[in-house]
């Protein structure tokens, strides 16, 4: 009785302002009505203006929460958000071949949205090598892509070419995210499956700067979706809609960059 909700589980840093990372996956696992569970690799301080400090969590501590989780609870699915260096990734990898937390949703926090390089290249490889093999889906942006796959992408059929790459890298199913400019009508996502069918989701640009979290959120999204017994596809399909309706009704919070709004229904 005590393990019959689903529970899904994020295993990321916590941003103390709320807006992204482990704090985004737990607001929309709750909205998505799954039981939200978390291993912490790090913390930032932060707000809407920007990161200030921050702090990595040890490989010994890391494989002490997965170990606590495991004791208890029955994850069904599991996402991962940012981690900072070489010895998270490896713990991370490490540990969840080490229990059944479910299928493994991988936000490849590479690249910000904007271009901005966000990991080492040791710990670039070592996420190419020992997580990205692992997940069941792969939901890079439209950098992270490229830069996986080696490709420049210009074209939808660059896009497709860059999908097929990351599933040669192990990923199962894989969903390449828009590119953002701030002039454009649309966002389109491409996906490709598992079993080889592909598509494209479009939703509609939202010009806004309340954008902190949407990766997260997607990525947890499908995560909590899976958890409840959906097909992936389905999963996909729901997250990209509650994702897009959670930046288009804005809520005021911080003075800058903030939020998007986890409290939207489908």
Known sequence: MA??????MTIAGSD???????????????ARKAYGISVMTA??????????????FS????????????DDFQVRASKTGMMADTPTIEAVAQNYQKY?????????????????MLLEESA????????????TVLTPNFYEAQKLAGLTLTTEADI??????????????????????GDQATVRDFVLLEDGKNFWLEEDYVPTDRVNGTGDTLSACIAAEIAKGESVEQAIRTA??????????????GHKFGPINHWVEL
């Open 160 to 181: 497709e070419e860059a999908a097929a790459k990351l599933q040669a890298l192990g990923a199962k199913n894989v969903i390449v995210k828009g590119k953002h400019t």
């Open 124 to 135: 670039y490889q070592t996420l190419c090598d020992q997580l990205i093999p692992l997940a």
């Open 240 to 253: 990209k809609q509650f994702t897009h309706r959670a930046i288009a009704n804005e809520i005021a919070v």
């Open 3 to 8: 393990n019959e909700y689903p529970q899904v």
């Open 59 to 70: 490989p010994a501590f890391i494989g002490q929460q997965f170990a606590a989780i495991a």
């Open 100 to 116: 059944d937390f479910g299928p493994l949703v991988v936000d490849p926090v590479i690249i910000t949205k904007h271009g901005a």
């Open 43 to 56: 913390a930032v301080a932060g707000n809407s203006y920007g990161i200030h400090a921050s702090e990595s």
């Open 16 to 30: 103390c302002d709320g807006s992204a990372g482990m704090q985004a996956d737990m607001n929309t696992f709750l």
